[in-house]
């Protein structure tokens, strides 16, 4: 075939994606996941081999290995190191997820080594602004490599088995505002980046929250998951001065100084006992100005009259036990004012339309289990006045339910679909979400950290 011919078939066939210029080409590549990009794109020719391993699609990477027998994971841990050691300069955020083989002592060893190393390469090039490690993956060593990072600013580390010791030189990190730490025990050092604003402990073992965190006069966010005393607590929270947000997540007891901490506009805590339930009761009047507010305690029946008294509350997320017979009244109280986003168990909100129609900027209603219908006359006109309130109550915006998640076993009750059908239709503008209740980023976390309702449908 002539030189000629070859050309005009070329030109008949139209340009292909291989003679695109290359910023056009890493333009096309973009919307591809990290996955498609490496794992199909890059292996189909080197023309598109280099494009995917362009500065900027390197600036984030997600790697998680958990597919595979022992060997096979730890070829693959050990490829990262070998990638990171060349191209660690472009990446500026990594979250790792590595997980090796259950009763693969060995197998552990060699993964924490590889964790090591893909941090000693990310410290060599000191580009690294955002690190996340799961907690299924074992840290080993890498924590001497921490201080390195001198350009980091939000930091994940740590897992809940094994014991997190961090150098003294972490210190250095003068542009970390985030950290969340993990371990049994956590050892910090005397010296904390003093730029932190948002931390979060998980500890399984300690029994004293860490003095050093009175070093921190710019903390704003505090999370502990933990078995500190109340005391040891006392002691230091009053002395951080930006606290405006507290997690007590999983404590046996909350710390008496509770109502001291009149800065506070966000706190979560949960599940708690009788004496924890009274002390926050008795907290709740002198903490004004919360906004948010995140409490499961299965021994409430009703929404405590305290909580309606919040002038300035915005979120509420409440978990309770059910209520002793029928459907409990809803609270009225300065709440209804400036409530936007309410999640409460489906027993305490089928009564509540009537007063939740003096509620005139909440957008988000979130039932937090699967409502169901008993066959009383009662429930039954509770059940169609409920749905009747969400059709027509003008500032709603969106309406969730946060269940389990699905499995073989899951059933639904041809009465709430019905309903959730009728309401799609009469109101289409009303977005609808089913969140399931994983432990993970379900409503618990939105109403303390989104910054409005989630996009995503929640199934």
């Known amino acids: 075939m002539s ?17 695109l210029p290359q910023d056009i080409l890493l333009r096309c590549l973009e919307p591809l996941s990290q996955e498609e990009r490496f794992k199909s794109v890059s292996l189909v020719c080197k023309r598109l081999h280099a494009p995917c391993l362009a500065t900027q699609l390197l600036r984030s990477l997600n790697v998680v290995i958990d597919l595979g027998d022992s060997n096979e994971r730890i070829a693959r841990a050990y490829a990262l190191v070998a990638f990171l050691a060349a191209h660690a300069r472009h990446v500026r955020t990594l979250q790792l ?23 000693a390469a ?26 390195a990072l001198t350009r980091l600013q939000k930091l994940q580390f740590g897992g809940l088995d094994t014991a997190l010791h961090l150098a003294p030189s972490i210190s250095r990190l003068q542009r970390l505002e985030e950290a969340s730490l993990s ?27 860490p003095r050093q965190l009175s070093q921190l006069t710019g903390l704003q966010c505090l999370e502990m998951e933990a078995f500190y005393s109340a005391a040891s607590m006392d002691a230091l929270l009053p002395r951080l001065p930006s606290l405006c947000s507290l997690v007590l997540a999983g404590m046996l007891v909350l710390p008496t100084c ?9 706190l979560s805590a949960g599940p708690l006992g009788q ?27 009703t929404v405590p009259p305290a909580i309606a008294q919040l ?87 969106c309406f969730g339910i946060e269940s389990e998640p699905l499995n073989a076993h899951s059933t639904c009750s041809m009465r709430l679909l019905d309903a959730i059908i009728r309401l799609a239709r009469c109101r289409p503008a009303l977005r609808l979400r089913r969140k399931a209740d994983t432990g993970v980023g379900c409503m618990w976390d939105e109403v303390s950290s989104a910054a409005d309702i989630p996009e995503d449908p929640g199934f």
């Open 3 to 19: 030189v000629a011919k070859r050309t005009t078939q070329s030109e008949a066939q139209g340009p292909s994606l291989l003679s």
């Open 97 to 119: 997820r590595i997980i090796p083989a259950e009763h693969a002592g060995d197998a552990r060893s060699q993964v924490e080594a590889a964790v090591a190393g893909c941090l």
């Open 122 to 147: 990310c410290g060599a090039a000191s580009a690294l602004e955002q690190l996340f490690v799961s907690e299924e993956t074992p840290p080993g060593r890498g924590a001497i490599f921490l201080p």
């Open 183 to 209: 371990g049994s025990p956590i050892r910090l050092p005397s010296t904390l980046p003093a730029s932190i604003t948002r931390l979060c402990l998980s500890d399984g073992v300690s029994k004293h929250l």
């Open 258 to 266: 509770l109502s001291s901490l009149t800065r506070l506009d966000a």
């Open 275 to 301: 004496e924890s339930g009274a002390l926050l009761l008795r907290a709740l009047p002198r903490l004004a100005g919360l906004t948010c507010l995140a409490l499961a305690n299965p021994s409430w029946s």
């Open 311 to 397: 002038p300035r509350l915005q979120r509420l997320w409440l978990s309770v036990g059910a209520p002793p017979a029928g459907a409990p009244a809803m609270p009225q109280g300065p709440w209804l004012s400036s409530i936007r986003w309410l999640g409460l168990p489906w027993r305490h909100l089928e009564g509540g339309p009537e007063v939740l129609a003096r509620a005139p900027r909440l957008e988000y209603l979130v039932s937090l289990d699967v409502p169901g219908c008993r066959e009383e006359r009662a429930a039954l006109a509770r059940w169609e006045a409920f749905f009747a309130f969400l059709a027509r109550h003008p500032p709603l915006r």
